[in-house]
């Protein structure tokens, strides 16, 4: 199949491959948090463009 990743238990990935999926798991993390607090910012009101108060 084009494209997919075949499930085989015995492959081995890099050492490296943990790193990596903490990281990706990390940024999603923080891109909901920015995302959860630009939300909260907006609808309370204390937002807007910055420098004008």
């Not at 993390?29 to 463009?49: D, P, R, T």
Request: some cysteine; proline content about 6%; overall charge negative.
């Amino acid at each position: 199949m084009g494209g997919s990743m075949q499930k085989d238990p015995d492959y081995e990935y890099e050492p490296w491959y943990k790193y990596g999926v903490a990281f990706l798991y990390f940024e999603m993390a923080l891109a909901l948090g920015v995302c959860i607090y630009s939300l909260y910012m907006a609808f309370s009101g204390k937002g807007g463009f910055p420098g004008k108060h």
